[in-house]
Nanobody
Framework: VQLQASGGGLVQAGGSLRLSCAASGRSFINYNMGWFRQAPGKGREAVALISRSGGSTFFADPVKGRFTISRDNAKNTVYLQMNSLKSEDTAVYYC???????????????????WGQGTQVTVSS
């Protein structure tokens, strides 16, 4: 599967952005999806996950209550709605996918086999 992330940009603190990740190929519903981010000088961290059916979601503590993740399996797309953005949310955001079933629903980046190209999110304070 190929992933194409979009929707990043420059926004003021307190603002919102919605990231999209469009997947090509078949059987999108078989893929666990995740959003990760990497800030300059830091490692890649999981931000939000969504299971294959969309019935389970996970959010990292720094984004709980501000970010939501959703997927539209008919459109082969996963979304990350980011509200109340803070300067510390500035990073390159990546979408990722794996078809490892329940074991693939994980915050570990090495569980993900497919990655999008990344989209820059910059929050100005």
């Amino acid at each position: 599967v190929q992933l194409q992330a979009s929707g990043g940009g420059l926004v003021q603190a307190g603002g919102s952005l919605r990231l999209s990740c469009a997947a090509s190929g078949r059987s999108f519903i078989n893929y666990n999806m995740g959003w990760f981010r990497q800030a300059p000088g830091k490692g890649r961290e999981a931000v939000a996950l969504i299971s294959r059916s969309g019935g389970s979601t996970f959010f990292a503590d720094p984004v709980k209550g501000r970010f939501t993740i959703s997927r539209d399996n008919a459109k082969n797309t996963v979304y990350l709605q980011m509200n109340s953005l803070k300067s510390e949310d500035t990073a390159v955001y990546y979408c990722a996918a794996n078809s490892r079933g329940a074991l693939g629903y994980s915050t570990a980046a090495d569980r993900y086999d497919y990655w999008g190209q990344g989209t820059q999110v910059t929050v100005s304070s």
